[in-house]
């Protein structure tokens, strides 16, 4: 089978998007690394600031997933429309999401070691909230396939209602971890 020059076009811009994201990383990372080369006492700062960066990140692609299927679930299945919706959710899980979910997950777990703050209560609370956020994440990156196969058997009625999943669950993350309520 050959790909449309559509689908060409697409797939070339992705590799492109991929590679763009990829030398920005290496560069945040080089940077890091002369950072703390610079200053090695305020590396627990710089992986707090990664830390946020890398949750913002995150929590744009969990708002925004769940409304791009809202949207998707409203057309034909083998559509055009469908189809740039399966590029712009595929895109948005590989070149976003994951790899913002693994930096926040690798440095969050690095802070709460550094910082002894694994015995805390709100602690425990807040990485069950994490633990549950992952899992809607999961459950997303299941729909992405799904949808990449036309096989997509939700409602945009239920998409609607899990787009708030990921809002509720970091409610109660920053309340956690700004309030402590369990110290």
């Known amino acids: 089978m050959t790909e449309t020059p559509e689908r060409e076009i697409s797939a070339q811009s992705g590799r492109k998007a991929a590679k763009r994201?990829?030398?920005?990383?290496?560069?945040?990372?080089?940077?890091?690394?002369?950072?703390?080369?610079?200053?090695?006492d305020g590396l627990y700062l710089?992986?707090?600031?990664?830390?946020?960066?890398a949750i913002i990140a995150w929590?744009?692609?969990?708002?925004?997933?769940p409304r791009l299927f809202v949207y998707h679930a409203d057309v034909a299945p083998g559509s055009e429309q469908s189809e740039i919706f399966k590029v712009m959710e595929r895109r948005l899980l590989r070149v976003i999401m994951n790899p913002a979910m693994i930096i926040a997950w690798a440095v969050g777990?690095?802070?709460a070691w550094s910082g002894g703050y694994f015995m805390?209560?709100?602690?425990?609370?807040?990485l069950a909230c994490v633990?549950?956020?992952s899992a809607v994440h999961g459950m997303?990156?299941?729909?992405?396939?799904?949808?990449?196969?036309?096989?997509?058997d939700k409602s945009p009625r239920y998409w609607r209602m899990m787009n708030e999943a990921p809002t509720l669950l970091m409610i109660a993350i920053v309340v956690l971890v700004i309030v402590k309520p369990f110290a």
Request: aromatic share 16%.
């Open 140 to 152: 997303f990156a299941k729909a992405v396939r799904l949808y990449a196969e036309d096989r997509n």
């Open 21 to 40: 994201a990829i030398i920005a990383l290496a560069i945040f990372v080089a940077l890091a690394a002369l950072i703390f080369w610079l200053d090695p």
């Open 46 to 53: 710089w992986a707090k600031a990664l830390h946020v960066i």
């Open 131 to 133: 633990l549950a956020l």
């Open 59 to 65: 929590m744009a692609g969990m708002l925004y997933l």
């Open 120 to 126: 805390d209560g709100w602690f425990h609370a807040k």
């Open 109 to 111: 777990l690095w802070l």
